[in-house]
């Protein structure tokens, strides 16, 4: 396969994503004992840099071993907007502009790579995240277009798996499906945040890893 372009950029451990002619990826910039996270868009068809957005954040010191530091969930588009983590920013995806952030370590008592590995999920105005933060705060819904907090619940740990939608009964009721530490999947409203099902799984692992699927009328987790 022939390479049509290459571009340089620092460590992480989230997946590049294309939107709308663009690609973004986000990396860190190590200096220890600075560390600078950034969000880079690339034009998709010439790989030019299009712009970037970076920011300082805490790094201990285990985090500047060239193993382990750096971003790790995924970025989401949806109507012209860019959300990443750890740091919650919106951006405009188009210049990188901030429409609004969140500083989940302060507001949310989440601490650096303690558990936001897993990749944000849009569903209708909600964005939500599965950020492990206390007290009852494991799994966070916001309001995608002005930041605003529409529910909070459960106390879950850590998971390097990422929520997904499912539906039950045809259009709906609709459930975010989350798998969880110790091999647990939990079932909730969307709207509502109610828990619906604790399902254990069996399994040794004590952190799951496996994004659920869905498809018809099954679901399949694997851990």
């Known amino acids: ?23 973004y990826v986000t990396d860190v910039q190590l200096t220890p004992p600075t560390a600078k996270e950034r969000v880079l868009c690339f ?5 030019k840099l299009l712009w970037t957005h970076q920011y300082g954040v805490d790094y201990p010191e285990w985090a500047f071993d060239p193993n382990s530091g750096g971003p790790r969930a995924t970025p989401i588009v949806r109507d012209g907007r860019l959300f990443t983590l750890v740091h919650l920013f919106c951006l405009d995806a188009a210049k ?3 429409l609004w952030e969140k500083n989940l370590a302060k507001e949310y008592g989440v601490k650096e790579f303690a558990g936001i590995t897993a990749s944000p999920l849009i569903e209708d105005e909600l964005l939500i995240l599965q950020i492990c933060a206390k007290p009852a705060a494991g799994v966070v819904a916001f309001d995608k277009n002005s930041g605003k907090e529409a529910w909070r619940a459960l106390d879950d740990s850590f998971t390097y798996s990422s929520p997904i939608i499912l539906t039950a009964g045809g259009r709906c009721p609709r459930f975010c499906l989350m798998p969880r530490c110790h091999s647990f999947v939990r079932n909730r409203f969307i709207a509502t945040s109610r828990n619906v099902r604790n399902r254990p799984l069996s399994g040794r692992t004590t952190r799951s890893q496996s994004r659920a699927s869905s498809r018809a009328k099954n679901s399949w987790v694997r851990s």
């Open 96 to 98: 990188g502009v901030v």
């Open 43 to 47: 034009d998709e068809a010439s790989g």
């Open 1 to 23: 396969m022939k390479i049509s372009w290459r571009a340089p950029v620092g460590r992480g451990w989230s997946s590049p994503i294309v939107a709308q002619g663009k690609v």
